[in-house]
């Protein structure tokens, strides 16, 4: 496909990147703890580490790896931890051992937990205490010999790290028992590793960085592949596109998204981190009024998120007293991002949200749109620098703009391929365009447009239905929190379409809903079928899971 730049794209912003710029995440984590050793790059309940602190720690868990663990390059080490201090500190010490970093969910089951360490192999994991008793339960059945288990207060200095992790085990009763008889903690990891100095591993562009685990485009938990150069492609494709409002060494970015989510980890962990900025790492983001009583008290400049979040928060009555003045940009991704929430929220903090779009399989970021004030509501804005898109219909050929088809995304951020599944690999790569799943459509100006997933499109009387569309009617709707739509079979139609929705105001009413659908929705949009709800199914970032509920609806 010949590449053409549209005239929306950015001022200032390259249209392509070199990804020669460095040859490993690694060295740019070096290189910024050097740059930027004064500064905080991490803080967390009131406690820091600056780059410097980073520097040394991420050395000494390096070590340990190495020289205890007795690790060698290549090998596996699972992360399974919320957002605290030591989240950082095991990541970027485990890449500078050169080994690859799993990525995995603390609110993971044992059953999860034993598929993602027995797919990917991993000989270590870092483990937060609260689920100590899962890995219990598997361990025997998995590949893993040195186990790390840390406390969620454990960086947080004393007394108050021996205060918050006696509340939580003690008070909240959050940690259930466990027997792990030759873990480590992660002082002693830390006491260990500082006995010896780490060996530089020289990591290339070709070597994996990251296995992260999705559902992917089809089929069941993969592990997406990503390598050296797929990361530091993303960061700096990242980095260049925040060029027009960010300056080095002065921003201070919202961690609530976990780091162990592709999203957080590259926006956050990575390309924000070439710019030396100061992540505010939030632990628990479900508890909103905790989080607003931390953005009261923090200047913060860049606020990365996604829609249920910022929706949540703008519901909260203390919202108010946030002082946004400081802020320069917002960030979705994740999810869509619903209109009505951008709107509500350019109102209440008058900055925008720009919207971005990619997956996991595109480290994750694939288009965004521009900072600077030409983005457009609604799109997902413009390829990044250096990456193509299109869209393709079922034979595969290249539809014009304004017709609606699979995006299909080309660009060195695109995974080398699912870990040991070259089948699964084969159905999702095609010539180096990875075929996302998505339907959509460019417009005009070089913009896409998601229409929805294809695997959660509704078939009503031979029409597409798709649920973003229902959604963001529905959310408009003043006495409506969230909504979230699915297909429901039918004799008729082969499928009708339901709505779940979780009511601001009690008082609405299934009658109240179909009525205001019939006045903003054509015929077959139209739900057939309202369900209220105290709250809907999620997933740990907040995306609202549709299949679990078109699951429910097959089970009945």
């Known amino acids: 496909m010949e590449k053409i730049w ?22 740019l984590f070096e290189e910024s703890c050097a740059k930027f050793k004064d500064r905080a790059a991490f803080t967390n309940m009131g406690s820091e580490l600056s780059f410097e602190d ?5 050395a000494d868990f390096a070590s340990f790896l190495q020289n205890v663990a007795g690790l060698k390059k290549g090998d596996r080490v699972a992360i399974q931890l919320p957002n605290v201090l030591q989240y950082p500190v095991a990541l970027y010490g485990a890449l500078r051992a050169g080994l690859v970093v799993v990525n995995t969910n603390p609110l993971y089951t044992a059953r999860e937990m034993k598929h993602q360490l027995k797919d990917s192999g991993a000989k270590a994991i870092v483990i937060f205490a609260n689920s100590a008793h899962h890995l219990e339960e598997i361990i025997d059945e998995t590949d893993v010999e040195t186990v790390v288990v840390t406390q969620v207060g454990d960086l947080l200095g004393f007394p108050k790290s021996l205060l918050v992790n006696s509340v939580v085990k003690y008070v909240k009763k959050m940690v259930p028992s466990y027997k792990l008889p030759k873990a480590y903690s992660f002082y002693q990891a830390l006491d260990l590793g500082s006995e010896k100095s780490f060996t530089p591993v020289k990591t290339s562009h070709e070597d994996t960085c990251f296995l992260q685990y999705t559902g992917g485009t089809t089929g069941v938990s993969k592990g997406t592949d990503l390598t050296h150069r797929n990361i530091v492609a993303n960061l700096l494709q990242v980095a260049e596109w925040k060029k027009p409002l960010l300056k080095y060494g002065e921003e201070v970015a919202i961690l609530a998204l976990p ?24 632990t628990n983001p479900r508890d909103i009024p905790g989080f607003i009583k931390t953005l009261r008290k923090t200047r913060f400049t860049v606020f990365p998120g ?5 929706n949540a928060l703008m519901h909260h009555e203390d919202f108010q007293k946030i002082d946004f003045s400081n802020l320069k940009i917002s960030v979705a991704g994740g999810m869509a991002l619903q209109e009505p929430v951008a709107r509500k929220w350019v109102e209440l903090t008058k900055t925008p949200i720009v919207e971005g779009y990619g997956l996991t399989e595109t480290s994750p970021v694939a288009c965004c749109n521009p900072i600077d004030g030409t983005d457009k509501v609604g799109t997902v804005g413009l390829p990044l620098p250096s990456t193509e898109v299109a869209t393709w219909d079922e034979d595969g050929k290249e539809l014009p703009q304004g017709e609606t088809g699979e995006i299909v995304i080309k660009g060195p951020q695109v995974m080398r391929g699912y870990w040991n599944r070259p089948e699964e690999t084969d159905k999702v790569l095609v010539n180096g365009w990875l075929k996302t799943g998505d339907i959509g459509f460019c417009d005009s100006q070089g913009f896409f447009k998601i229409v929805d997933r294809k695997k959660d499109m509704i078939l009503v009387s031979g029409f597409n239905v798709y649920p973003n569309e229902i959604e963001n009617v529905l959310v408009d709707h003043p006495k409506i929190l969230e909504a979230a739509a699915v297909g429901v079979p039918d004799e008729r139609s082969t499928e009708v379409v339901k709505v779940f929705i979780v009511a601001k105001d009690k008082s609405l009413t299934k009658e109240e809903v179909i009525k205001y659908c019939k006045e903003q929705l054509t015929g077959y949009k139209i739900p057939k079928y309202v369900e209220f709800r105290d709250e809907l199914p999620k997933t740990n970032v907040g995306k ?13």
């Open 306 to 310: 996604l829609n249920t979040l910022f």
């Open 6 to 27: 549209f005239n929306a794209y950015p001022k200032g912003v390259s249209h392509e990147i070199d990804t020669s710029t460095y040859s490993s995440v690694v060295e």
């Open 259 to 282: 780091l162990y989510h592709i999203f957080s980890l590259t926006v956050n962990g990575l390309s924000l981190l070439r710019y030396g900025a100061t992540n505010v790492m939030i």
């Open 54 to 58: 980073l520097n040394y720690m991420t």
């Open 544 to 556: 609202i899971l549709r299949r679990s509920l078109r699951d429910e609806e097959i089970k009945k």
